[in-house]
């Protein structure tokens, strides 16, 4: 079994900064990809980044919605990625998940479907 623990949400201004975090733990846990999901009330789940180590997207692949804005860092060996996001949103209020990619195809994609195990979300508001 594979558990994921995000942490790091909250409520914050328009304009302000917080960064996610997700720590990756389980048996034989080996991934190269890792990737952040949001859910807005009423609204489907929707992709933000993903990382996927010795790859293309080394440093990170994003959203359009939050290129330049957030910025993903992991660690490999810790099996931990966080999402530094900056000026922030109204419209980035959402329940944040993490996911990995066990069994999936090992590269920073955009489709839930591909990664396997995920977390139980931690919510972000920003205020206008």
């Known amino acids: 079994q594979v558990q994921l623990v995000e942490s790091g949400g909250g409520l914050v201004q328009a304009g302000g900064s917080l960064t996610l975090s997700c720590a990756a733990s389980?048996?034989?846990?080996?991934?190269?990809?890792m990737g952040w999901f949001r859910q807005a009330p009423e609204k489907e789940r929707e992709f933000v980044a993903a990382?996927?180590?010795?790859?293309?997207?080394?440093?990170?692949y994003y959203a359009d919605s939050v290129k330049g804005r957030f910025t993903l860092s992991g660690d490999k060996g810790e099996n931990i990625v966080d999402l530094q996001m900056n000026s922030l949103k109204p419209e980035d209020t959402a329940v944040y998940f993490c996911?990995?990619?066990?069994?999936?195809?090992?590269?920073?994609?955009?489709?839930?479907?591909?990664?396997?195990?995920w977390g139980q979300g931690t919510q972000v508001t920003v205020s206008s």
């Open positions: 990382i996927n180590w010795g790859g293309e997207y080394t440093h990170g």
């Open positions: 389980g048996r034989t846990l080996s991934t190269n990809a």
């Open positions: 996911a990995v990619q066990i069994a999936g195809p090992q590269y920073a994609s955009a489709w839930a479907g591909d990664y396997d195990y």
